[in-house]
Structures are given as C-alpha cells and as structure tokens.
C-alpha cells in the first residue's frame, strides 16, 4: 500500500486508478497514499458538472475533455454516474463518441460505482479528486448523476459549478426549489434542437437577474449559455468551447479574488472530519465488533438494561482519555 501515492505522484495511471478503488473499496490503510500525495493536491482546477440525468452532462463532458486538449490541458475526468457512458451503461453511439479519448495520455476517465439513490456525494468523490490532482490533471471535471443532494453538494468539491438545464422538464421552477440557483456558476441550455429550448434560456436569464440583489457578496455575473445541439456537431463544439472559455474566466476570477481557497473550506472541514471519525471512532468500532460486544450491547440496550447513551459514555472512557 505505501508507494502506490509515490506512483501517483510520478503519473503512473494504474497506480491511480487502484487507489480510487482501493478508496472506494474503504480498503483499510488506503490513508497511507492520501498522506504521501496530499501536499501534491490543491493545484488543479475542478468543475462540476450538474443537472438531471438525461440533460446531456455526459455528452458536454465529452466535448468539455476535446475543447480543453485542444489548449492542451491535462483532464481528469470523474463520473459519478453508474449510467454514464463512462461505464458502457449508455447508448452505442455515446460509447463510440467517449472512445476518442481512450488513446490519449492525458485524458484519465474513472467512474465511481457509488449510487445516485445513495444520497449526497460521497467521501469517495473528494478523495478520487485529489488522486486526479496528485496525477497531475490541470482540469478536473466531475459529473454528478443529477439527482438529490447530490446537485447542490457538488458546490463543496467543485470550484466551478455548471447547472445543465433542459427544456420540457419545468427546470427554471426546479432550479430554484432545489437551491439550483445558490450553486451555479454557469447555466448551461442544452438540446437547442428541443421545443422550449429559446424560452427556457429567457427565464433562466430573468430568474439570474432577479436573484442578483440576493447575492450582494458576489461580483460574478452569472452567465447564461445556450449550446447548439449536439445533432450539428460543427456547431456544437464551437458553443461547447465557448462554455471552456467562460469556464476559464470564472477560474480566474476565483484566482484574483482570492476565493478558491474559500471555496474548499466546506470540503477540507468535511475531510478533516472524516479522517478523525476513520483514526478514532474507526478503530473502536472494529475492536467491539471484533470481540462480538456489539452484539452483546444491541441486546443489552434491547431488554432496556442500559440506554445508548450511557453505553457510548462507558466506551468513551475507556478509549478516550
Ligand atoms: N436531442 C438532443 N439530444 C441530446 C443532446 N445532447 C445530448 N443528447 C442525448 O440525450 C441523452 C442523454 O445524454 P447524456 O449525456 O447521457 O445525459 P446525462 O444523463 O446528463 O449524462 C443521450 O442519448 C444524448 O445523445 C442534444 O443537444 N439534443
Ligand atoms: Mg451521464
């Protein structure tokens, strides 16, 4: 397990992809290589990608990776959609367009098995990202699966936040209920071809400016973009890079206003926690269940021989001085 981080940091890609398994997997002592590459991590940029499944995240994502070779920055690309085209869950024809990239050295595409129903973004979304960074990946693009928490949680991971938004699906209405509109940094309009797509970019532009005195801290005009669609590819690639541009003057925005380290400061609380629940509580918790006690303890709380809490304070004075 020690070395597979120094792998990383020296660009071997199996390495990475084995330690996001293994992160994945909770395989235990998987922290060793956190440790070795963490002071490697924190120097790319990430964007997260957002919006319902179906609204064609995977297919910009896509485009996003040639757009940002074509200046020739490194992607690393984390999909956490077990329906992604990524994981061959996909139509054919989106499979075949993904494959472009397969041959390309600086193009690293991992999928999280994690599931959309499980609720937030998961441990592993943070951790898979710093391994792309450590791997030295300049842009970071992470594709949620839309669903939940999920949507708004990707504001802790990602420094830039694009909310994909497709007509037919009363999203503007979505968008704000779902606290959409807190999260983004850029609204994307996609499947120009669809009936709606015009007047879904119209209120997607009111419903920007009408939150606008909402957000007196903030100086960034949230863009409102609409992208061809992906039926004319020619044209499709040339909007889709104009999103990469606005992508970039948000990155630097962030950089001259100092605010992407502000940005991370929900995710490295959250890590920090969760290094402490895994050197701490982890521990213990593998020491009971070793011995069988917490069997003991379900049964003994069970007939009402003791409460909870007073189980937790014993265990807690026995471990914690
Ligand atoms: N009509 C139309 N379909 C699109 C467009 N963009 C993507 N799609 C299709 O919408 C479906 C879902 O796209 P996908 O990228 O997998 O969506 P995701 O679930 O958000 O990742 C796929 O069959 C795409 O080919 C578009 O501009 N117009
Ligand atoms: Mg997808």
């Not at 979304?125 to 949680?153: F, R």
């Not at 973009?225 to 925005?253: C, G, M, N, T």
């Not at 962030?254 to 890590?271: P, S």
Request: net charge negative; glycine share 8%; aromatic share 4%.
């Amino acid at each position: 397990m020690k070395e597979l981080g120094k792998k990383v940091l020296a660009g071997d890609i199996r390495a990475a992809s084995r330690l996001i398994r293994n992160l994945e997997d909770q395989i235990p002592n998987t922290h060793i290589a956190m440790q070795e590459i963490f002071n490697n991590t924190g120097n790319a940029h990430v964007i997260g990608i957002t919006g319902a499944p179906g609204a064609g995240k995977s297919t910009l994502t896509d485009e996003f990776i040639y757009a940002f070779r074509q200046k020739d920055k490194s992607v690393g690309v984390l999909a956490v959609d077990p329906t992604s085209p990524f994981t061959g869950g996909a139509l054919l024809g989106d499979r075949i367009r993904m494959l472009r990239h397969a041959e390309d050295k600086k193009v690293f595409v991992r999928s999280l098995a994690t599931r959309c129903s499980m609720g937030g973004l998961s441990k592993a979304v943070g951790e898979g990202i710093h391994v792309m960074d450590a791997l030295g990946k300049e842009k970071i693009i992470v594709e949620t699966c839309g669903v939940g928490q999920q949507e708004v949680e990707i504001i802790n991971h990602a420094h830039t936040v694009i909310v994909v938004l497709v007509p037919g699906m009363g999203d503007e209405i979505q968008a704000l209920k779902a606290g959409l509109m807190e999260v983004a940094d850029i609204f994307v309009i996609n499947k120009a071809d669809r009936d709606g797509a015009g007047k879904l970019y119209k209120e997607t532009l009111n419903m920007v400016h009408m939150s606008k005195g909402a957000a007196a801290d903030n100086s960034w005009n949230i863009p409102v973009l609409l992208v061809e669609s992906v039926l004319e590819p020619h044209k499709f690639a040339e909007s889709v890079d104009a999103i990469r541009e606005k992508v970039e003057e948000h990155y630097q925005y962030l950089v001259d206003n100092n605010l992407l380290v502000e940005r991370m400061r929900r995710k490295t609380a959250a890590e920090i926690n969760e290094a402490l629940w895994g050197a701490i509580l982890q521990p213990v918790l593998n020491n009971l269940e070793k011995d069988g006690e917490i069997e003991k303890m379900v049964e003994q709380v069970l007939k009402k021989e003791i409460d909870p809490y007073t189980l937790a304070d014993q265990i807690a004075s026995k471990y914690v001085k």
